[in-house]
């Protein structure tokens, strides 16, 4: 049963004007008998080539063949254009798919050259229905597609314009692509209302019947059939007729109205056996056996099955023959074409032969001179310019590693230096706190401490100019295995002065023996850098803790936690972002950012990773995870 769907795709190739040309074939053959070899003549021969090339595709190949070849004789490009697209629709029929695909080819290439929109509509929708017919959807759509950019061009005509709405439509369905289907035929039935196109309509009501007939709406699919029945009555296509009651047949055997189902498909086979239309008669003979199925008349089913089964043996053998005779007549006219085109050419040859030769050879030998001249030229040329390309690279990366280097040494020194003149800072304002209190024990302190903090600056100082400066142009990573314990103990006896200051009140927890696999100045600058910015946004009488973990056998975690105002997740989230790291923030948390993207840039160049987890007004904890050394790893 369910083979009368494919029938809305078989109407749906049928041009909707084929009825009037089929009527005027006689009269079209009898100016043919009269017509000279002229554009006239092209015109005459690409319309008999239209009209019989669904019907009697290979009675069609004989005049859309001979058009072609005196639409080449005469250089006539607008009527080329139109007797291959016709020629390639008859191969299409005649199932030479390969064949047909070339025309189109053909026919797309001189549209573009002739710059005719509905000449590159035409190609494409014929190129997807020949990719639809042997089942590579893909390439279908795509074609489909291509036509659809150009469809609602200007000179696009609206006959075009429905074969391309209806076959999309019909392709979008057979994909499951039901909304998209129901949209083009919706399109293509609205076209051919507008334009007044009676047999068009009636044919997309049709499409759409059997759309909803798929998807088992069976009563909008009676009333769509139905309609598409009226709408053909009056114009008396009984081809379209035909089809339209097979259908509609079909929709009432699904919804068990079997004598209706019946009486119309009996209807259908008339009208089919009336104008030869086989492929009807097919159809009707498998309806009607589906019928008497359900009517339990498994007898009558029989007799109408064997009919089917004889008459499409029939049909499949007529079918092989017509695509043999079509092969026949296409290499037999490619044959002919050859031989006129092989004596042409000789001819012209013989007449240029003793002239060009001299020429030639005058032109050979002065071609390998100049060749000769410029060859020599062309290589020195290319090797100066080799090496002034190499060098100009050479010097452009080493300018590259230069301003790199120098920007990160800029940046290590001033981020390294912030600790120590934080300490003085401290100190400064721990001689006011002692005044303030009358505590002269703590002012005897303060030399011992300014000393000690003049004794890190300088000490730090040396070690950032050490490590920076005598490099080669990148910062060195060095790894070692480093105690956790003595990078936390530097990093908090830098600040101890700074955080007395502010009456903070650091605190370190870290296991004795617990060591990372890490370069010591890289995790010293990030340890400074993050425990700097805790003691900047920390108040008074806060607190900071230093704490360090084996997270699993292979890495180890550095967290420095305050108790400070905190961020929100806006504000964490720029830090990470590629601009929020590089530039500056505002806030309650300002800063340069430099300090975050050197703490990630020598986190990343160690293998590890950095996490920031903050809440408003109750702190932030940011963690450094770097790899654990293991025992095999001396220091």
Not at 61 to 71: D, I, N, P, Q, R
Not at 251 to 276: C, F, G, H, Y
Not at 284 to 311: G, K, N
Not at 514 to 535: E, K, P, S, Y
């Amino acid at each position: 049963m369910w083979r009368f769907l494919l029938v809305a795709f078989l109407l749906c190739c049928l041009p909707a004007s084929s009825g009037a040309h089929a009527a005027s074939v006689p009269e079209l053959l009898q100016q043919l008998r009269t017509q000279p070899a002229d554009t006239t003549r092209i015109r005459l021969l690409n319309e008999v080539c239209y009209a019989l090339h669904d019907n009697e595709p290979t009675r069609a190949l004989t005049y859309g063949e001979e058009s072609v070849a005196l639409a080449r004789r005469l250089n006539h490009r607008p009527g080329l254009l139109v007797a291959l697209l016709h020629l390639a629709s008859c191969y299409a029929n005649l199932a030479d798919g390969p064949h047909a695909l070339q025309l189109q080819q053909e026919a797309l290439l001189l549209a573009r050259r002739l710059r005719s929109n509905d000449g590159l509509v035409r190609s494409y929708t014929g190129m997807g229905g020949v990719y639809h017919e042997r089942n590579d959807t893909a390439a279908a759509l795509r074609n489909y597609q291509r036509a659809l950019a150009y469809a609602y061009r200007p000179d696009v005509r609206p006959r075009t314009q429905l074969m391309l709405f209806g076959n999309l439509g019909n392709l979008y369905f057979y994909l499951q692509r039901r909304q998209q289907g129901l949209l083009f035929t919706r399109r293509a039935l609205q076209l051919a209302r507008r334009t007044g196109d009676r047999a068009g309509e009636s044919l997309y009501l049709a499409d759409m019947g059997s759309f909803y007939m798929q998807m088992n709406q069976l009563e909008t699919a009676e009333g769509l059939l139905r309609q598409a029945v009226s709408s053909i009555e009056p114009l008396h296509n009984n081809r379209f007729k035909a089809g339209h009651l097979e259908l509609l047949a079909t929709v009432l055997l699904l919804q068990n109205k079997l004598p209706e189902a019946d009486s119309l498909t009996r209807r259908a086979l008339q009208l089919a056996r009336r104008i030869q239309y086989r492929e009807r008669v097919l159809d009707a003979y498998s309806l009607l056996a589906e019928i008497h199925v359900s009517r339990h008349d498994f007898e009558q089913a029989y007799a109408w099955q064997t009919r089917y089964r004889d008459l499409n043996d029939s049909l499949n053998s007529r079918s092989r023959v017509q695509t043999l005779t079509a092969l026949q007549t296409r290499y037999e006219t490619a044959d002919k074409e050859h031989q006129i085109r092989r004596l042409t050419e000789r001819e012209l040859v013989m007449q240029q032969r003793n002239r060009a030769l001299w020429v030639a050879v005058a032109a050979l030998l002065l071609g390998l001179g100049g060749m000769g001249y410029l060859y020599t030229k062309l290589r020195r040329s290319r090797a100066e310019l080799a090496t002034n390309h190499q060098a100009l690279e050479e010097i452009t990366k080493e300018l590259r590693q230069l301003a790199s280097s120098k920007d990160r040494l800029y940046a290590i020194v001033a981020h390294d230096l912030r600790g120590p003149v934080t300490s003085f800072a401290g100190v400064t304002e721990l001689i006011d706190f002692y005044l303030k209190q009358g505590d002269e024990e703590g002012l005897r302190r303060l030399p011992s401490l300014v000393r000690q903090s003049a004794h890190q600056l300088n000490h730090l100082l040396d070690n950032l100019l050490n490590w920076a400066v005598n490099q080669t142009g990148e910062l060195a990573f060095r790894p070692e295995r480093r105690l956790v314990q003595e990078l936390c103990h530097e990093t908090m006896h830098l600040y101890a002065n700074a955080a007395e200051a502010k009456q903070i009140t650091l605190h370190t927890t870290c296991p004795t023996q617990l060591a990372v696999w890490a370069d010591a100045h890289m995790t010293q600058t990030i340890l400074r850098n993050l425990v700097g910015n805790a003691l900047k946004f920390t108040p008074a009488g806060g607190r900071i803790t230093l704490l360090a973990e084996q997270r699993d056998a292979g890495t180890v975690a550095l967290c420095v936690q305050d108790t400070g105002t905190g961020m929100d997740p806006a504000q964490v989230a720029m830090l990470f972002s590629p601009e929020g790291s590089a530039s500056p923030l505002r806030g309650r948390r300002s800063g340069t950012g430099l300090g975050l993207l050197l703490c990630r840039a020598f986190v990343d160049r160690q293998g590890g990773s950095l996490s920031i987890e903050s809440t408003p007004g109750q702190g932030t904890t940011v963690c450094v995870l770097l790899p654990a050394a293991r025992l095999d790893q001396l220091r």
